[in-house]
């Protein structure tokens, strides 16, 4: 047998794979924002759009996948899939903050500087996140993609990172 025949094959397979894989995420994000009362938009382009254009690296990304809208624990909020590097996706979710205008970013490898004492204990509770405020807006990016109740736990603790974020506001940073 060609050995050509044997790679097409195999690439068929790996690449259906990958294609129902996308679809059954997309089936359960689909349900979670419909029980979360959140509008499931599907898929978007990262530069057109505030909050997204507020970031770089989600600006960057060209097209964000499975977005969801909506409030969550009293803040407007998106989820979504997007490319934070050329080699792999990642699961974003940005909050607004009505009163915070901070532009800070914080990595895992980098203890975070320019927050105040409540966000930095907030943060400790999950070191794993990267971190980005710009200008009214908290950018968090899961460790991994989540759904259902992860997604759900998530989303709590990026609340409590937003209102320790509003709370530090008027601290010396």
Do not use: C
Not at 77 to 87: E, K, L, P, Q
Not at 134 to 159: C, M, Q, S, T, Y
């Amino acid at each position: 047998m060609d050995p050509r025949l044997i790679l097409v094959a195999l690439g068929a397979v790996y690449f259906g794979a990958r294609f129902v894989g996308w679809l059954k995420r997309r089936g359960r994000m689909r349900e979670f924002a419909a029980a979360a009362g959140s509008q499931f938009r599907g898929t978007l382009p990262s530069d057109k759009y505030d909050p997204y254009r507020g970031f770089q690296e989600v600006k960057w990304s060209v097209l964000l996948y499975n977005v969801i809208e909506g409030r969550s624990d009293g803040f407007e909020t998106a989820v979504f899939d997007y490319y934070a590097s050329r080699a792999r996706t990642s699961m974003g979710v940005i909050m607004s903050l009505p009163t915070d205008s901070s532009s800070v970013t914080v990595t895992p490898s980098a203890p975070p500087a320019g927050l105040g004492p409540r966000t930095v204990s907030q943060l400790a509770l999950n070191p794993s996140v990267h971190v980005v405020t710009n200008a009214g807006h908290l950018l968090i990016r899961a460790p991994r993609k989540l759904d259902g109740d992860p997604l759900r736990e998530f989303l709590r603790f990026v609340a409590a990172v937003a209102r320790a974020l509003e709370a530090d506001h008027g601290v010396a940073r």
